[in-house]
């Protein structure tokens, strides 16, 4: 028993009560209280008083280990809230939610949906992707684009198109818009032009297919044409994030196209693929006779699209290098730099 608590003894002046401070003056009052009640106690029988001295001492050891148990956690808990960063005063850095990727067999109407409908299942997009498109006369142009947007919160975006030239250089157009105003920018003369905007909030959703197939078709093939109202970005970026028009013309007749594939990873996203076929009014304009679509089954977003000659080949394509969706944005990215370029007055009534 003597060996034991003498390791126990030892034992705890390693651990729990080596930063507790037990001086002379505190082993007196110890002591003197052990003499006391031995003094009043003396007549006890030596096994019984054995066993009050050793649960005395069990006592004694319980009543420490609680104070320095107590103490201990105390400290921890003051570590703890002082490591508690506060919230940053006046910070409007909210992330918003991630968009979890489905695996979810879609039906052809849900796709439909979605297609019609992509402003409402993101917040902020920003990406790049390069366009290749075939001309009638047989020319065509390589672009590449850069786009950022809010649709949300700190409403505002980008939109950067780099077309290579013949001539081996590049030319650049962007379009920079927030909640007051739009700029519009051309590498090739140095010019900008800067006018007033204010953005549509309301959005008329959607509810069927059938609404956006009842506009007439002829109507869809002017650039004018909006089905929805969606931010004033540059038309390739709106042909990937905002393909309304596309969807109402190519997709309305049932009888043209199926779902090819249910899921398929494009760009880090879970894409439906669909095939279809133009209508011999598109196969006219186009000189294209088949198509295929890559729909983000989040958003609705065209991540990929190429359409096909009648011998299969490509003539025109928009392939992704990268989609990032529901990332933070900071509204400075929203403001242009017009050092070098001179402003020009080419404002019109709804731009």
């Not at 006592?59 to 956690?73: A, H, I, N, P």
Request: hydrophobic residues 30%; negative net charge.
């Amino acid at each position: 028993m003597d060996e034991f608590l003498r390791h126990t003894k030892e034992n705890m002046n390693d651990t729990v009560m080596k930063d507790i401070h037990f001086n002379e003056e505190n082993k007196n009052h110890v002591l003197q209280a052990i003499s006391r009640k031995r003094n009043k106690k003396r007549f006890l029988k030596p096994s019984l008083r054995y066993t009050v001295s050793i649960g005395t001492a069990c006592m004694f050891f319980l009543g420490m280990g609680y104070y320095v148990s107590e103490k201990l956690d105390l400290s921890r808990g003051e570590e703890n809230i002082a490591s508690v960063d506060p919230p940053e005063k006046g910070s409007d850095a909210v992330q918003p939610p991630l968009i979890e990727e489905s695996n979810e067999d879609m039906t052809r109407k849900e796709v439909l949906e979605k297609l019609l409908n992509t402003v409402d299942y993101f917040k902020t997009a920003s990406g790049e992707f390069e366009l290749f498109t075939t001309y009638r006369d047989g020319s065509t142009s390589v672009t590449t684009t850069e786009f950022k947007l809010s649709n949300k919160r700190d409403f505002g975006g980008y939109d950067k198109t780099t077309e290579k030239l013949q001539d081996g250089g590049e030319s650049v157009n962007e379009t920079i818009y927030n909640d007051k105003k739009i700029w519009r920018k051309e590498s090739a003369g140095k010019t900008y032009s800067a006018c007033d905007y204010q953005p549509v909030t309301s959005q008329e959703t959607f509810t069927t297919p059938e609404e956006a197939f009842s506009v007439d078709e002829n109507r869809l093939f002017k650039p004018d044409t909006k089905l929805r109202e969606r931010p004033l970005l540059g038309s390739r970026s709106a042909l990937s994030l905002f393909p309304y028009e596309m969807t109402a013309r190519n997709l309305r007749n049932e009888q043209l196209w199926k779902i090819e594939k249910q899921n398929e990873e494009v760009a880090g996203h879970n894409t439906i693929v669909i095939h279809g076929e133009f209508d011999d009014k598109d196969k006219e304009m186009t000189k294209n006779d088949t198509f295929r679509l890559w729909v983000d089954k989040d958003t609705g977003i065209l991540v990929k699209y190429e359409m096909y000659d009648s011998e299969g080949e490509v003539q025109d394509y928009l392939h992704p290098i990268r989609l990032d969706l529901n990332v933070p944005v900071d509204p400075e990215e929203f403001v242009p730099d017009l050092e070098g370029y001179n402003r020009m007055d080419l404002c019109v009534k709804g731009s």
